[in-house]
């Protein structure tokens, strides 16, 4: 476990505004002969007001969490699979076009969501995953992938046998890495003069406003803000020159960096960074009305899980997120309270889930009987599972939502 005392980003002194208690490893999916070795750490969150970044005091060791058992598969969902062909569409107009012979290179590829579509082009890339699991299936698809950590090391050693990139890529990945600065001098490395450098993650403008904690989990040491994720690369000679908010994951940020100087800055920054000003991103007071809200929001999902209408009503979980452990942890739902978790994914499937230990399930035993109830964790892809589990609410189901409040619905 690495802990801190001061900024990741910066050096000034931080201190955590709230905790949500002992964690496990939020994709540490387990068997029941593991519990006895399973691993906690503290999950507390600081808000760094000299440089404005968002940051969880404790993470566990990267190896923990990113290895070759790996359970986060990132082409599970079709809305996600229709979101990377739109992300690599428009890096291949906007960056890529007219270019000779460009080379793209994603942090953190996983199974080659993205990739797939300049692989297919025949366009150079190279995928750094350091989960081997998912890297393996990525390369079962021809798809160039190195299973490292990416640093300033590793950016040397890919210039002098790639060259530099045209655009380096990341998604839901840069605000897992801890040595912020370490990546941010690696990406300068390896960047054209010309090139960007464009990533996207959860954000924290989404958070706040839709109280949506579950955001906070060990593989997320950063929840970044357009504010911090400027000055933070502005320290690396990198310019924040666009903006695109996104809606995966709940609500994330598409940011695009370039070389300070080498573009123009699109109105988009200005506009969000007064935004988030006026939204009070940078104050102290917002984080502790967040956690009041948290708060708020736990008393609110464990009342309603224990006096649902009804007697002896089924309650089944849908998705086993790596979310899902903050909010089964966080609250304190049990076994008892959610009978198990259905989830699409075979590695999850007949694990149970990590610190709760509610039984992970396959699709098939949601659609075999339908519960009265469906704890919606994969509320993130509310729109694509609503659309498609119409044969469950017509049986009479209903879903339990939390964010942004709680509150059941057919
Ligand atoms: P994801 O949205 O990536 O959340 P997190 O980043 O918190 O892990 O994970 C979605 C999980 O939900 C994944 O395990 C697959 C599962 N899932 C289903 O079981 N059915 C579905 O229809 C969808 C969209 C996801
Ligand atoms: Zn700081």
């Known amino acids: 476990m690495v802990a801190v005392s001061r900024c990741r980003v910066c050096d000034a002194p931080i201190d955590a505004f709230m905790s949500f208690g002992r964690m496990p490893i939020a994709n540490g999916f387990l068997t029941a002969n593991e519990i006895p070795n399973e691993y906690f750490f503290e999950l507390a969150p600081a808000f ?137 001098a690696g990406v300068q490395r390896l960047l054209k003069p010309d090139g960007v450098f464009i990533f996207e993650d959860p954000y924290l403008g989404d958070m706040i406003a839709k109280t949506s ?32 908010p996104q809606t995966t994951h709940g609500g994330s940020m598409r940011y695009m960096l370039a070389p300070k100087g080498s573009r123009a800055v699109s109105a988009a920054v200005g506009d969000a960074l007064a935004k988030e000003r006026a939204q009070g991103l940078d104050q102290g007071g917002t984080y502790l009305r967040f956690k009041q809200n948290c708060e708020a929001s736990r008393g609110l999902l464990m009342r309603t899980l224990e006096k649902l209408p009804g007697k002896g009503k089924r309650v089944v979980g849908y998705g086993a997120t790596s979310k899902s452990t903050t909010v089964t942890n966080y609250c304190g739902i049990t076994p008892d309270h959610v009978e198990f978790i259905s989830d699409t994914t075979p590695i999850k499937q007949g694990k149970l889930s990590p610190g709760a230990h509610i039984p992970v399930r396959p699709y098939t035993e949601f659609t075999r009987q339908y519960p009265d109830y469906a704890l919606l964790f994969a509320w993130n892809h509310a729109t694509e599972i609503r659309e498609k589990e119409s044969a469950f609410i017509a049986a009479g189901g209903q879903w339990i939502v939390y964010v942004p409040e709680v509150k059941i619905v057919s």
């Open 48 to 184: 760094c007001g000299a440089c404005g970044m968002f940051q969880i005091m404790e993470q566990p060791e990267p190896e923990k969490m990113f290895h070759e058992q790996y359970a986060f598969f990132s082409s599970t969902s079709r809305h996600m699979q229709a979101h990377f062909e739109g992300f690599a569409n428009a890096v291949l107009g906007r960056v890529l076009a007219g270019r000779a012979d460009p080379f793209v290179v994603e942090l953190g590829s996983n199974d080659g969501i993205m990739l797939r579509h300049f692989q297919r082009r025949g366009i150079r890339h190279l995928g750094i995953e350091p989960s081997i699991n998912v890297a393996d299936v990525a390369r079962g698809h021809g798809i160039n992938t190195i299973s490292e950590f990416f640093g300033r090391k590793l950016a040397d050693d890919i210039v002098a046998e790639h060259g530099h990139a045209d655009a380096i890529l990341a998604a839901n990945v840069m605000c897992h890495i801890p040595d912020l600065p370490g990546v941010a």
């Open 213 to 244: 904690y579950d955001q906070i989990y060990d593989e997320h040491v950063f929840i970044f803000s357009v504010n911090s994720v400027a000055r933070a690369f502005a320290m690396h000679g990198l310019e924040l020159i666009d903006v695109m």
